[in-house]
């Protein structure tokens, strides 16, 4: 059962509230900071009634101008999970429609914040922009709120070798360290593995074959996906109310060696056995190891997926943060 509520119709808040604004996909390193201020053990004694809230827009802004869905780090599930383990209350749904776009920046701010929402508290990132044509921007926040309303500078990570120019922490930052393999850079940006949760479909029964049965799985179809090839991973197998942890690889790909023609993500673990079908399998992503390739034979690809294994385990042992 999730205790965050989650409210598409704005007559449903529960006021008054402190707010975080913005649309926060993959509740990263930088969104923390931001709905770090609102949230319950921020607002202490000192503002027991007020509602900690996260305010999103449904659909994105982008996919409502460009009618394209986005690809997500979190997907609407996964979003509400993170919100809800960081101590979020509400999380906002603020329908973007025709209407909502051609409002001013000073009736977003009566109409939805003050009236609809009586927000008392407000964080943002110092780029928040709102209103027709991105007009708002914080010093208006700032003058209706006033110390009431935290901006949260941009923030930077030291990441890789030291004389490096800190990389920024930003989601755009994250989808182009996924779509280049770089999965500790990913990982320190978003302040935890990149994740894939889904359930286990069946694929061509081949992998049993030559001795690498893959749990294929099925994920959300606007889930951004690293680039394809073959990572070291740590799985949770959960079944039921129970979890069982696992280490295993993972291959992203199309499948060129089996003349597959639709991506798939599949997963063998270690020390494994028993049918995972219908279950629901946790995967973080540790280390990309190498591309996918077209193998002459299935014995080839056998061979190779066995060094892969290899590999694999020598990252994941290694690993000091995994649990095993
Ligand atoms: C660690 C690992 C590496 C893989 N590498 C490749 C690859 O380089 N090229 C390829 O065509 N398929 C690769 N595969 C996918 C296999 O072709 C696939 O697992 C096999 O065909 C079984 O598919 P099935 O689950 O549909 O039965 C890899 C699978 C695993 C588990
Ligand atoms: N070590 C393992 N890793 C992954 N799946 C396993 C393992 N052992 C057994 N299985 C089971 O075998 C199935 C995969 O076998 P496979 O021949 O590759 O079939 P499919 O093509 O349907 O994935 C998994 O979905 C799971 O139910």
């Known amino acids: 059962m999730l205790s965050v509520r989650v409210i598409f119709d704005p007559t449903q808040i529960s006021r008054p509230t402190a707010i975080a604004l913005g649309n926060f996909d993959g509740v990263h390193v930088g969104h923390r900071h ?24 449904s659909p994105h802004p982008q996919e409502f101008f460009s009618g394209k869905l986005r ?38 701010m009566q109409k939805i ?45 030291n990441v890789g070798i030291t004389d490096q120019a800190p990389v920024r922490i930003s989601s755009s930052n994250i989808r182009t360290a996924l779509a280049q393999g770089e999965i500790d850079l990913a ?7 990149y994740n894939l949760v889904g359930k286990v479909i069946r694929g061509k029964q081949l992998g049993r074959t030559i001795g690498f049965p893959t749990a294929n799985l099925e994920l959300p179809p606007q ?68 591309p996918e390739q077209k193998f002459d034979s299935l014995d080839f690809l056998k061979a190779q997926i066995q060094k892969d294994c290899q590999t694999a385990l020598r990252y994941l042992v290694a690993e000091p943060t995994l649990i095993c």
Not at 74 to 85: C, H, M
Not at 114 to 129: A, E, P, R, T
Not at 187 to 193: D, I
Request: glycine letters at 8%.
């Open 71 to 108: 690809s997500l780090l979190a997907p609407f599930d996964e979003k509400v999970a993170l919100l809800e383990s960081l101590g979020v209350e509400q999380l906002v749904l603020l329908p973007f429609d025709a209407e909502l776009a051609k409002l001013s920046a000073a009736d977003f």
């Open 223 to 290: 889930k951004c996906l690293p680039r394809d090839g073959v990572y070291a991973v740590q799985v949770q197998v959960n079944q039921g109310n129970a979890s069982a942890p696992a280490f295993g690889v993972m291959n992203i790909g199309l499948r060129p060696t089996v003349d597959g023609t639709q991506r798939s993500v599949e997963v063998h673990l270690f020390n494994w056995q028993g049918d995972l079908y219908g279950q629901e399998l946790s995967v973080n992503l540790v280390q990309f190891i190498r």
């Open 187 to 193: 990982n320190a940006l978003l302040g935890r593995p």
């Open 34 to 57: 931001v709905i770090a201020p609102i949230l319950p053990q921020s607002l202490g004694d000192r503002n027991p009634r007020l509602t900690s809230t996260v305010v999103s827009f």
């Open 113 to 157: 914040l003050i009236d609809s929402m009586q927000v008392q508290l407000i964080s943002v990132g110092f780029d928040f922009h709102f209103g027709r044509k991105r007009q708002g921007n914080v010093n208006d926040l700032k003058n209706i709120w006033g110390e009431r309303l935290t901006v949260i500078p941009e923030q930077k990570m």
